[in-house]
């Protein structure tokens, strides 16, 4: 990948932030092992927990029943399905592709399905990004009634291929599981390469993710959990599995809190992908949502993190580089997604705030209230949100927010990089170069897609931007705002 700035840089060692972000707790084990028994007595919990923090993992444990009748408890061994975090998956295996020059994610899907309706509207990342407008099949309760049964994959791609598109490719977000059931069937076509093979022997296997699968109606395991539709301290109401034909690409994945471990640790040695290649995962498109990885801010750092649910499961991934911070939350017990995400919340204040208290009562939404603004506290920009109405002050005010960036910034003589801003998108160019668009990680950090380099802006007692950190491959170089 080309350098972001054709110039030579001058090594320049610079730690910068630390007194800014908060500190990591130094051991939230006891915190992390009282939260979790809060949830699970609560009946909020009952699956596997793995949180790990720099190379430690903190909790590794299982809570309630793996199978209820026979009383066999959840372990760290427990194999749950995955649901939609598969689409990570099948995302990386697009990225692979895409980084041996076999496709583009620009490529339209008439390029490998000719006379796909609207293939010619629609691009792979659309797909990627749930913003293809594709009818989601997993609405049509017919199906969905049945997930037992199994389902031929043309039969699969017949349910919605002739729908009319719900919205213009690229102008709304609405999640689909069409889109990444419409990607496997690409990527077989392409390759001539049964999908679940190929994820298995390039992905999964080079993880080292051997409790992983997809078959899971007929998986043989003494690890394998029961779905259950409800789990209470008196009853359980056992679910039906869903035939991973039903799911496939979108959702059929099975695994374990140790194996998805396995993952977050391959994602972070960069096994797969070069840095400046897999933060094209990892970066928005629309409502937060970037490939198969929705991206939060929390403690001014940059999280991804996706949700799953299928028959009788429900889990979460999340994630946070750099300080290699990984929370995985399986349950073989129906819960909304919202649960799993108040539970992770929670777990990233227990790692990031000393003072964090461990809650006393259940009252779900407003745990979810109370993140929801917390976030949004922490994003003075928010290039995602759709456009309102406002008032002249509201924006003014927004006008003055971008404008503390907005600015040339001078390294030396000869180069310095001009901030700009159009609406809510911001753009940089460096001398000599056409502009770029970056994009907000945290109210100082911004970065370029599929380039390993980051464009930090820094503040002096006042609160006013001075400075511009151009941090690139592993060097920095500091620009004074003109």
């Not at 026979?70 to 399905?81: A, D, G, S, V």
């Not at 503040?459 to 620009?479: A, P, S, T, Y």
């Amino acid at each position: 990948m080309a350098s972001l700035f054709t110039r030579k840089l001058s090594v320049v060692l610079i730690i910068l932030l630390l007194s800014a972000y908060a500190s990591v707790a130094a051991d939230p084990k006891d915190k992390l092992e009282r939260l979790m028994e809060f949830y699970a007595v609560n009946d909020n919990f009952n699956g596997t927990v793995l949180v790990m923090r720099k190379g430690s993992v903190l909790l590794d444990k299982g809570y309630g029943y793996q199978d209820v009748a026979r009383k066999i408890k959840n372990t760290e061994k427990t194999i749950f399905q995955i649901g939609s975090i598969t689409m990570q998956f099948t995302a990386e295996l697009l990225l692979l592709l895409d980084s041996q020059g076999k496709l583009s994610l620009d490529d339209k899907v008439t390029k490998y399905l000719p006379g796909f309706p609207n293939g010619d509207k629609i691009s792979l990342k659309n797909l990627l990004t749930h913003t293809s407008g594709l009818y989601d099949y997993s609405t049509d309760t017919a199906i969905m009634n049945n997930p037992t049964r199994a389902f031929p994959l043309d039969s699969l791609i017949g349910i919605f291929k002739n729908k009319p598109l719900l919205f213009e490719p690229g102008e709304k977000f609405e999640i689909s599981n069409s889109n990444y059931a419409l990607l496997g069937y690409i990527i077989e076509k392409m390759t001539r390469w049964n999908y679940e093979d190929q994820l298995k022997y390039k992905v999964l296997h080079g993880s080292g993710m051997y409790h992983s699968g997809f078959d899971f109606t007929d998986l043989v395991s003494e690890n394998k959990a029961t779905g259950y539709y409800s789990i209470t301290k008196d009853t359980a109401r056992e679910a039906p599995i869903m035939d991973s034909s039903l799911s496939y690409a979108a959702g059929s994945l099975y695994s374990s809190a140790d194996d998805l471990y396995k993952w977050h640790r391959s994602l972070s040695d960069h096994i797969f992908l070069p840095k400046d290649w897999q933060e094209i995962a990892y970066t928005p498109f629309k409502n937060h949502y970037a490939f198969g990885w929705e991206v939060e801010t929390m403690f001014q750092r940059r999280f991804v993190e996706q949700t799953g649910n299928a028959s009788g499961f429900s889990s979460l991934i999340m994630r946070q580089e750099n300080d290699d911070i990984c929370i995985i939350l399986l349950q073989n017990k129906m819960q909304p997604a919202d649960v799993n995400k108040v539970i992770a919340n929670n777990i990233v204040k227990c790692l990031y705030d000393k003072d964090y208290k461990i809650p006393v009562t259940i009252n779900m939404v407003a745990e979810k209230e109370e993140i929801l603004k917390s976030k949004a506290k922490e994003k003075d920009i928010d290039i995602d949100e759709e456009p309102v109405a406002e008032s002249k002050k509201v924006v003014q005010e927004k006008i003055d927010l971008y404008a503390q960036y907005t600015g040339e910034y001078v390294f030396d003589s000869t180069f310095s990089i001009v901030i700009t801003h159009k609406g809510k998108d911001f753009y940089a160019q460096a001398t000599g170069q056409e502009p770029f668009r970056i994009i907000p990680e945290s109210n100082t950090l911004f970065y370029k897609a599929g380039v390993d380099a980051r464009l930090e802006f820094v503040k002096d007692e006042n609160g006013k931007i001075v400075k511009l950190i151009l941090h690139e491959h592993r060097r920095d170089e500091q620009g004074i705002r003109k």
